[in-house]
């Protein structure tokens, strides 16, 4: 080995290690955030190797390079430099072939932790995973998009559509339009969009929702907004028309009409649970009773939770009523469907889908109000039954006598579980188009969790399995007629919703007896409400299952934006007019 040679191979690693540690920007940071403890090795590292260079005797070095013979002084360097190679060499070789193996595993990706995820890997699985991507638009076009995006998720925010969906609408809308650095944050009423330029320029867009009004037909009118826009068939112009005419979008039914499909769908129930006829018409009237004078006290500004109180308290003075002068013979069952109507399906699936799809925040937020309508149904239960015994009202009898299977009876309560279905489609204001095929999703799951029953199936694994039947057949179904799959999924649970169980817990609760106990009812009422937790979680996990499932629709927009990927087209931003 020459003199060269020996003192160049220290000083050719100088530069890999300052690459190591300084790098490409994307590795850089990765390393960054991977470890300090590595950066700091790394440095201490090439300060050591300077200082060797610096050591080093400079006279043998340019004697190495004068004398054409040098032999002699080649092996006398050698000789001087190997002592400080075998006391401090061996060690740091071994330092930097660790560090140099840690750096790559960050920087090629072995450490997933530490890699900045790219956001429009979030679409993956949803129904916009493959968006024509557009080129970076300029600055205040840049703007307007952000504010299309956030006008998207404000519509579909109020709406009542889940966290999820929002989130995946926004990243679609803003990846089709070149914003693919956006960053977007969702709480449970509020959400920002985030985008940097390419200079370096911030720009945040935020929206508030200040209130709910279930509008169905709206997220179907979005869903299609903006699989345009990832398909690339539309520009930005086009798409903020759009947008403008889905906001003043007028709801497919009238309110005569929506509060009659809540009392057909009370109705309804009332037979599916075991009622007759009469018990049914019965639950029609008190259903718009209801439904109408909590309209009316909400005018008040009262806050729910006493709205709610209230509403079940009627229900429950009007069965004991109705069972005491003999007008029905089964007022449990009214009661039942009763709390049924007053239940918030619609926030319960959504709070259990954020806390799924790692939305906590928001879904603990959903959750509050979830517990406190339920605390009020059964403060309200509780004060009817108290209210009806005071005024002397017998105790309606919340044991329910096992019989067989019939025929009829059976027939008769798979008809009233599709007629729920359909008629919740009309209350969540969702279009015509999806009436039959909630009633398959709606009938599909009550026939399974009939089944479940007559197999003596735990109650809560019964209810779990039925609602992930209903979210495998409501997800497929709903994108296929260009929706998201809660348009489906919210109609085909209420046909599962189990309003009886709570008004018995509730009324152990109350009228404790020698049998019954307090401990009793308070383990019932946390087992009925558990059973119609488990209805939300199944309908979520029915719904991942389907995502494998590919429908017609997605596979023409994924064909549509690969032949765009492959003929190197882009999405433009159309001339931006401002706005009035």
Known sequence: MTDDSTEEAPTAEVPVDAQSSSGPEHGANQAEAGSSALQELLELS????LQELREAPTGALKSADVDPAGPKSAKATTAKSKPKADQRGTSQR???RVARRTVGRLVSGASVNTQPVPIVTALKGSPYKAPVQANEPAEDEARMVL?????IAAIMMRAGAGTSDIEVSVIAACAAFGLTTAQVDLTSNTLTVHYSTSDGRLMTVMRVNRGESIHFAKLGSVHKLVTDLVAGNIGFNDARSRLDAIRSQRRPYQDWFVTGAWGLMVGSL???LGGGAITAVLGIVMAIFIRESGKFIGRTSLPNFFITTLQAAIATLVAMVAGNFGIIESPQYLVAAGIVLLLPTQSLYSSVQDALTNFPLTAAGRMVGVVLTL?????????GVVTGEAIGLDPIEVLVPKTGVHVLTAIASMIAAAVVSMAAVVAMQSTRRFILPAAFVGLASYITITVLTVLEIDNVLASLLAATVSGFLARPLSLR???PAIVLMIPAIYTLLQGLSIFTAVYLIVAESET???AVGLSSLFTAILANAALAVGAVLGSY?????????ADAVEKTAESARSNESTITLDTVEPRD
Do not use: E, H, W, Y
């Not at 090439?46 to 190797?49: A, H, L």
């Not at 504010?147 to 006008?151: E, G, N, S």
């Open 46 to 49: 090439r300060q050591q190797r």
């Open 94 to 96: 071994v330092a930097q």
């Open 147 to 151: 504010d299309l995006a956030a006008d």
């Open 270 to 272: 009332v037979v599916m």
């Open 375 to 383: 605390a009020g149904i059964v403060s309200g239960l509780a004060l």
């Open 481 to 483: 007629l260009g929706a």
């Open 516 to 518: 019954t106990s307090f």
């Open 545 to 553: 299952l389907a995502r494998p499932l590919k429908n017609l629709k």
